[in-house]
């Protein structure tokens, strides 16, 4: 049974690996942009410090791929630039947003070898004459080869074992010990070399 379950793990995970390959080649070529669905009314603010009606915000996510990484984006917007639900192709460079620290806001970001998070909350800004607010942005970003890194472990593993398996299979065939090859026709039992025993 667990055998089992692992094997449909590994291949599970061999789809995902060769999947994201196939989407890392391909995120050199063109980028991808996945809109979902925005989600119902997250807040009404007030008009001030906005000069104009009371905004309407939304959250909308959304799955970038392009020039070796995936995106996964939240953004709360203003109800009249939500996106619509779908797929987009863009050029790859501006398919995975880089977004920058704004000095003076709760904005956090990291970045390491490839990976990256940025944060930013809805809030206002206010630099005379202009005012407004700031949208807010979560954004995290995973290079593909890390993906088919991760997602090649399990067929890797089940590859080993399966190969385990038909050594020893082979070796118990032809009277040899399974563990480490020695002839056994002439001293069953316990294994002199290894001291290995089949039946114990």
Not at 12 to 20: E, Y
Not at 69 to 91: C, D, F, H, K, M
Not at 119 to 133: E, I, L, M, N, T
Request: net charge positive.
């Amino acid at each position: 049974m667990i055998r089992r379950a692992f094997t449909v793990l590994a291949s599970v995970s061999a789809i995902i690996c060769l999947a994201s390959l196939a989407l890392w080649v391909r995120g050199w070529i063109t980028g991808d942009i996945y809109t979902l669905r925005a989600s119902d009314v997250v807040d009404v603010t007030p008009a001030a410090p906005m000069i104009g009606p009371d905004q309407v915000w939304r959250r909308q996510w959304s799955l970038h791929g392009g020039a070796g990484r995936v995106a996964l984006v939240r953004r709360e917007i203003q109800e009249q630039n939500v996106s619509p639900r779908g797929w987009t192709t863009v050029p790859p460079r501006d398919a995975v947003p880089d977004l920058n620290v704004v000095a003076g806001t709760s904005d956090y970001s990291r970045w390491a070898g490839g990976f990256s998070y940025f944060h930013r909350a809805k809030q206002p800004f206010s630099r005379p004459p202009v005012s407004g607010w700031y949208w807010g942005f979560l954004v995290v970003v995973v290079p593909w080869w890390a993906i088919a890194l991760v997602t090649a472990l399990a067929p890797a593993a089940w590859v080993r074992q399966w190969r385990v398996r038909r050594v020893r299979r082979r070796r118990a065939a032809r009277g040899q010990c399974v563990r480490c090859g020695y002839d056994l026709r002439a001293t069953p039992g316990a294994c002199p070399e290894c001291g290995y025993n089949a039946a114990a």
